[in-house]
C-alpha cells in the first residue's frame, strides 16, 4: 500500500491508484472530460489537473493518468490549478460552446463567455468514442491528422465498413457530437457516414437492430437468443407472458 496525501487528508492507496481514484475515495470531487471509469485513461482534456509536489518541486499533472506515489502531496483545488483549469475549459467552450457538458462545467467553474474567438464545434477529441470502439474489438473510428486539423472519422473518411450501430461511442461521447438515428429500414450514424441496414423483429416485424450488429452478439454468446432477436417491447411482453404462468 501506498501512503499519500490529497487536500491535506492522509489516504492508503493500492499500487496502481491513480490520484483521481484517490481522491474520490476520499470524496474529493474532480472535474473529468475524457475519463470513463470502464476505459483506460488517456489524459487529453487536461480538466482533471491538480498540483503534486514531488521532492520538494510542485508540478500540474492529470489526475486520470498520474499513479498515486509513496509521500505525494496532492492538491486539487488552489488557486493555481483552478486558474489552469478555468483556461482549459474556456478553451474547450470557445471550441464547442453548445455543448451542454461544457457550459454547465463552465458555469460551475465561473465561465459565462470565453474570451477566444468561437467556433462551431462539437466534438474536443477527448477519444473516449475511439477507445470505446478499439475496446469492444471493432476500431471503426480513429484520430486523423494533427493539430488544429486533427479529427476523428472513418478509414479514409469513408463508410465504415465494420461500424456496428452499437451506439456506445454515442452513449460515451459527452458532448453529444454522434448522434444515431433510426429510419424505417436503417440506422444513421452522420459522423461516421455510414448507414447500417436494420433486422425486424420477428416477432412485431419492427426494424430495431443493425444486421451487423446481430451477428456480432450471436458470434460473442454473450445474450441469450431472445434478447439478441426480439425488440425491447416484444422482449419485455415475451417476459411479462412468462411470469403469468
Ligand atoms: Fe483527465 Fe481528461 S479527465 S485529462
Not at 37 to 65: D, F, M, N, Q
Not at 72 to 92: A, P
Not at 181 to 190: F, G, L, N, S, V
Amino acid at each position: 500500500m501506498i501512503k499519500l496525501v490529497v487536500d491535506n487528508q492522509e489516504i492508503e492507496a493500492k499500487e496502481g491508484t491513480t490520484i483521481l481514484q484517490a481522491a474520490s475515495a476520499l470524496g474529493i470531487p474532480i472535474p473529468t472530460l475524457c475519463f470513463h471509469e470502464a476505459l483506460g485513461p488517456y489524459g487529453s482534456c487536461r480538466v482533471c489537473l491538480v498540483e503534486i509536489v514531488k521532492g520538494s518541486r510542485p508540478g500540474l499533472v492529470a489526475s486520470c493518468t498520474y499513479p498515486a506515489e509513496e509521500g505525494l502531496v496532492v492538491e486539487t483545488n488552489n488557486i493555481r490549478v483552478v486558474r489552469t483549469r478555468k483556461m482549459m475549459v474556456e478553451l474547450l467552450l470557445a471550441r464547442c460552446p453548445h455543448s451542454e457538458k461544457i457550459r454547465e462545467l463552465a458555469n460551475n467553474l465561473g465561465i459565462a463567455e470565453p474570451r477566444f474567438d468561437k467556433e462551431d464545434e462539437s466534438c474536443i477529441l477527448c477519444g473516449l468514442c475511439v477507445r470505446v470502439c478499439r475496446e469492444i474489438g471493432i476500431n471503426s473510428v480513429g484520430f486523423i491528422q494533427r493539430g488544429a486539423n486533427r479529427e476523428v472519422t472513418t478509414p479514409f473518411q469513408k463508410p465504415s465498413e465494420v461500424c456496428l450501430g452499437c451506439q456506445a461511442c454515442a452513449f460515451l461521447c459527452p458532448t453529444d457530437a454522434i448522434k444515431f438515428e433510426d429510419t424505417a429500414e436503417e440506422r444513421k450514424i452522420d459522423k461516421w457516414k455510414t448507414s447500417l441496414k436494420l433486422q425486424e423483429c420477428p416477432s412485431c416485424g419492427r426494424p430495431f437492430i443493425p444486421e451487423r450488429l446481430q451477428i456480432y452478439l450471436k458470434g460473442k454468446d454473450l445474450l441469450t437468443p431472445e434478447a439478441i432477436d426480439l425488440c425491447e417491447l416484444c422482449r419485455r411482453k415475451s417476459l411479462g407472458s412468462r411470469l403469468a404462468t
